[in-house]
Structures are given as structure tokens and as C-alpha cells.
């Protein structure tokens, strides 16, 4: 197993990295003292394939538990779903020192987040990410949120886990687009922060896909150790630091929301909102066509979209000027000078913007 320290004072907590991680569960709940009751929030997909060996490990820990199942899609990701899960959740910790586990991808991860930060003014949750998504970004780092129709994320909190567990074994119950989505957030580290996880990338291409959960779990610990020392230095994004992860998120979340969160996945989106970005950063001269054709590159490699089919420019541009990353009348982006070289620009000009996204809508 490898453990990455995501070190943060009294909110300080572990992520354990391996295949059969999820086999150390109850070990951490009684040394952090979580008490003996788990509220499980999964989906029906996660709860037949991944949740046997976790309802193994708390019963073998004599706790008790329920699962609460919601549905496998983004727009569970709202107010309606967040309401009934804190409702059931309140019915079932009458008089119990309860704890939320999230075993699941994304949406999983940041409802069960928020409802863990909002009830009682917070409860301690662990999250056990089962997609590579999820396991190389989202789980970690405490940002929470739901969405409203008007934009993705609009309403969270940022609100820490008290453990991760990436057991990667639980990948091979993924299919090749979620695989691929996972790998997008990965190319997304290599592009920002890691030139030799750009150059691994490069060298392994679709192999990756097809392999073991050896090379996986190897992508796994770089992209966590990268983040882990991102939200060390800037937990709340309040330094700009943090803000780097936003690559290809403020054009992606904008086509998530376009589309009415039915036509790409999350990887998928912002796999398109980094072809955007890069072609944004070159035709600011921060980049040269060499790299941008080699971003590109890698892309399609893992058989990624790289063209928008569907959504109109209109849809895009309305839903991108609602990104709450944007202060007031000035926008911001998270641009590229480099491989490892992210930079914050802020007031690109509009016309650069939506002429880079015509460029990919086919």
C-alpha cells in the first residue's frame, strides 16, 4: 500500500493507494475514533459491484450500517437528492455517533461531502472513490458542491474527508469510458504540474487502458501526491495556487452544463475544455503550435472527444459566463506557458474565447 499525507493541521488525513486498500477500513475508523455507525451513499451500479468487500469490513468490525442508494447520474447531483439523503441520514443516527462513507465516482463523492459538511454542521466522511476520476482528483481535497440548472458547483463548501481510500482493484469494474475520463484528469496533471506524467502518458498511450492495476495505481500516486501538495499550500484556493486544477474545468463545466449534463461525461468535457485552453494560450503567444498539436495528440490517443457535437456556441458562452470562478465583468482562466508551466489570465478577450470554442464545434 502506499500512503500520501495530505497534510492540512488538525484536518489533516491519509490517502491510502493500493490494490485491496479498502481491506484497512476498519483499522482507520476505530484509530480516528469515527464512531460505529456508517451511512453509506453509493449508486446501484457501485452497490453490485464494489460494495461487498466494504459491508464485509464494517460488519467484521461489528458496526452498523445503511446504504443509500441514489441515482447514477449528475443531476443527482442537486438540492432535491442532497434534501432526502440528509433526511434519511438524520432517521437513521437517532442516537449514534454516525459517519458518511461516499463509495462511488464524482457525484457520489461531492453530494456525500456536502451533506457530511452541512448535518449538524458536520459529521466526519471518508471517501472511497471506485472510478479513476474520482481516485485521481475529486476525492481528494474537500471541495463538495451541487449543482443548479443555472451551472455546475454552485453550491458547496470546501470540507475535508477524514480518509481516502483508492483501491484500485475496484477499477477493473470500470468500462473504457470511464476509464478514458479518468485519464483525462491525469493528462490534466502532467499538462500543469508533471512533465515526466505527460512523457509516461505519451509513452504507454492506449496500453494504460488494457493494463493491470499496477499502472494505474502508479498514475493513481502521482496525480494524489501532486494534488495532496496543491491543497496543502492552498486549501481554499485563496492564493491563486489551488486555482491551477481549474485546467480545462471553466470551458468544460460550461459544456457539461450546455449539454444538460446528458451528452459528455465530466472527463470528457473537460478533455474538450483543454484543447480549448491550449488553443486559447497559443493564440495569446504562451505556446507554440508544437505543443498544442502534441496536447492534442495525446488526447485523441486515448480516444477522448476532441470535437463538440450537439451544443451550440450560444449555449456555451451563456453557461461559461455564469462560472463562479469569474469576478464580476472580468473573466479568468487557467492557461498553459509550458508543459508544467499553468498561469491565471484574466480579461482574455471575448472574441479569442469563443473563436477558440467554434474551432471545436463540428
Known sequence: MRIIKVKLDRRSYDIVVGKGAIGLLAGY????????????????????KCSRGLTDELKKAGMVFKIRVIPDT??????????????DLAKFDLQRR?????LGGGVVGDLSGLAASIYKRGIPYIQIPTTLLAQVDSAIGGKTAVDLREGKNLIGAFYQPRLVVSDVGLLRTL??????????????????????????????????LSAGPSRLEHIVVICSRIKAGIVRADEREEKGLRTILNFGHTIGHAIEAASGFNRYNHGEAVALGMLIASEISRRLGLINDRLKLRIASLIKSYGLPTTIRGITLERIVKALHRDKKFIGARNRLVLIAGLGRARIVENVPWEIITAAIRGRIS
Not at 75 to 87: C, E, F, H, Q, R
Not at 98 to 102: D, P
Open 74 to 87: 449528475e443531476k443527482s447531483k442537486s438540492l432535491a437528492v442532497l434534501s432526502s439523503v440528509v433526511a
Open 175 to 208: 468500462d473504457r469510458r470511464q476509464l478514458r475520463s479518468g485519464l483525462a484528469e491525469a493528462i490534466k496533471y502532467g499538462i500543469i504540474k508533471d512533465r515526466a506524467l505527460f512523457a509516461y502518458l505519451e509513452a504507454h498511450g492506449k496500453g494504460i
Open 98 to 102: 454516525t459517519f458518511i462513507i461516499a
Open 29 to 48: 475508523v476505530k484509530k480516528l475514533g469515527l464512531g460505529g455507525s456508517a451511512f453509506i451513499i453509493t449508486n446501484n451500479l457501485v452497490k453490485d
